[in-house]
């Protein structure tokens, strides 16, 4: 492809699609700093400038390639918005998206800079969206304002991560509802 002259947000989106099409195409292995550059029409300069290594790249496009939820559901039940997330989350493991961050994370094991991208990723296991879920919740009078916190907030999604590494497949539907009915509910609701 032909440099074009781009800058700013331009450019940087364009150079995410181009290492979010290599990592969809060639995985984390194959992922380099110059073919991206090939592809996006730009220098290597200008990927470096955005991002220090190749790993910091790869997790910014594969965060381009998920990215296709834009916030927690709100259904008005802690109950179904739990249940939405679980099952969402749980559909993912059978994409190619599921394949992707499977590669990388087989990567990391050999890739110090990768695996500490990754940890900043999934540091706070998406305590943020489950924090508003469980906000409003508390809004609603359904779980307890004692239940706003970090660990707290995201033990459904460690247990399903649990169901998935133990048995390497999407998790049965009434495990999850288990999950939420028998354990999550339970805990949020009676926070002293």
Known sequence: MAKVRRRGAVLEQAILRAAADELTESGYAGLTMDRVAR????????????????????????????????????????????????????????????????????SAAEDPELFAELQKMVGDGGSSMWLTILGRAVDRGEASPASLHPRLATVAVTLLRNEYLTGLTPVPDDVIVEIVDRVYLPLVRSRP
Not at 84 to 92: F, H, I, K, P, Y
Request: proline share 6%.
């Open 39 to 106: 592809r996006a029409g730009t220098n290597k300069n200008a990927l470096y400038r955005r991002w220090p290594n190749r790993a910091a790249l790869g997790v910014a496009a594969y965060k381009q390639l998920v990215e296709i939820r834009l916030g927690p559901p709100d259904t008005g039940s802690l109950r179904e918005d739990v249940l939405a997330v679980l099952r969402q989350m749980n559909e993912d493991v059978a994409t190619p998206r599921a394949d992707l961050v499977r590669g990388l994370m087989a």
